[in-house]
């Protein structure tokens, strides 16, 4: 054998953008989880936003006549009208505001949705203004895609959300290209009021940014319901899903509402991308969004699960909370038991069986010193998660 033949092949390298994409700490620490379940642990799911209950009945049996119709195949890459006609729907009823079905773009779970945005809206070195805590997938879709997240630090002194002056104060220290908020919010459930989103609509318009307003947790919320961005920038990108109100995470299934002149661009590279939301998936979430007494059932053991949670925590420690006005979230200050949330996140798993996500996946700045506990789940599992957690902290 010749020196040529002997020498080992080159590897060739990783995408750089790729290699910066941070971990989704909160699907490493369910992986975890699963994996002490494996070995015959019982643990309190309190780390991943998703339902225990499932998808409305009549999304069931809506995908299961499908299924027997025997063909399921390709839908417009927009997605089926019907579901499209009656998303539109949803804002006139809801929010009272006019919008074309031509400008919703049914998507693959939100997390398409993002990406679908952010290619149509943003160029490779733009700056995007995001919050923290936030969405750990919106800094990593962003940097996957060589767009800059810029984050603007939440504060207490204005209720923990995106302000106008916040934002327009980032832009005037560097141009953005674009800002993104979300109410309710992940981590925390903390919601904008009227005021606040109107007014970074305001800021986005006078200095020409794309707005990208995130309203996946519309729907789950516990006082005033949430507005959508649309009643004060009808340009705003709005970014919404099945999986949170209409528990049906793993049908991966959600929606854009677009500006006129996004709607071909966003159909082109959806075409491309991923052809068209499965079938089956629409045809379930059209049957969903008429069975609103059984969701707002399941919303209703939320709210009791979510009053208990206000009540016991501070009892064991954990008083320091953001307001949670929606969504399935308490986000939990545990400075005063740790610097490092990861660790704490881990010996919560391994020492009292409790998965939370920790901080650091939500703000990789002062998210050291916070806590994510979801009460998607069950009332008496969430209970006994904060017995264990009670229990541990002693």
């Given at each position: ?21 941070a971990p989704f700490l909160a699907m490493d620490v369910l992986a975890r989880a699963a994996a002490k379940e494996r070995a015959g642990d019982h643990v309190v799911h309190m780390e991943v936003g998703q339902p225990s209950a499932p998808a409305p009945r009549a999304a069931r049996e809506a995908a299961k006549a499908a299924i027997d119709v ?325």
């Amino acid at each position: 054998m010749n020196d040529e033949t002997s020498r080992a092949p080159l590897a060739p390298a990783i995408a750089a953008r790729a290699e910066k994409v941070a971990p989704f700490l909160a699907m490493d620490v369910l992986a975890r989880a699963a994996a002490k379940e494996r070995a015959g642990d019982h643990v309190v799911h309190m780390e991943v936003g998703q339902p225990s209950a499932p998808a409305p009945r009549a999304a069931r049996e809506a995908a299961k006549a499908a299924i027997d119709v025997g063909r399921i195949g390709y839908t417009e890459a927009l997605g089926i009208a019907p579901l499209r006609e009656r998303i539109a729907r949803l804002y006139r009823d809801a929010y009272g505001v006019e919008v074309s079905p031509q400008r919703i773009v049914v998507t693959t779970g939100s997390s398409a949705g993002f990406v679908l945005a952010f290619l149509a809206q943003f160029e490779p070195g733009d700056r995007v203004a995001i919050t923290a805590p936030g969405y750990p997938a919106y800094r990593n879709i962003l940097e996957a895609l060589g767009v800059e997240p810029v984050t603007i630090p939440l504060e207490k002194a204005s209720g923990y959300v995106m302000t106008g002056a916040a934002l327009e104060a980032a832009h005037a220290a560097a141009p953005l290209e674009g800002a993104l908020a979300m109410s309710p919010a992940n981590p925390s459930g903390t919601m904008m009021d009227a005021a606040t989103l109107a007014d970074v609509g305001r800021v986005c318009r006078e200095k020409g940014l794309w707005f990208v307003s995130d309203e996946i947790y519309h729907g789950l919320t516990y006082g005033a319901p949430a507005e959508t961005a649309l009643r004060f920038d009808p340009d705003a990108v709005i970014v919404n899903s099945f999986s949170k109100y209409y528990c049906m995470t793993g049908w991966r299934i959600g929606w854009l509402v677009v500006p006129e002149r996004l709607v071909r661009v966003v159909e082109r590279l959806a075409q491309s991308l991923y052809i068209s939301a499965p079938y089956l998936s629409q045809v379930a979430a059209l049957a969903a969004m008429d069975a609103t007494e059984e969701l707002e059932a399941v919303k209703a053991g939320y709210a009791r699960t979510r009053a208990m949670l206000l009540d016991e925590l501070p009892r064991i420690g954990l008083d320091d909370l953001h307001p949670a006005d929606g969504a399935f979230y308490v986000y939990a200050n545990v400075a005063r038991f740790t610097n490092d949330s990861l660790d704490f996140s881990r010996r919560l798993l391994d020492e009292a069986g409790v998965a939370a996500t920790p901080g650091v996946d939500f703000d990789p700045i002062d998210g050291s010193h916070w806590l994510r506990l979801s009460f998607a789940g069950s009332f008496e599992e969430c209970r006994e998660g904060v017995r264990r957690i009670g229990a541990f902290l002693r």
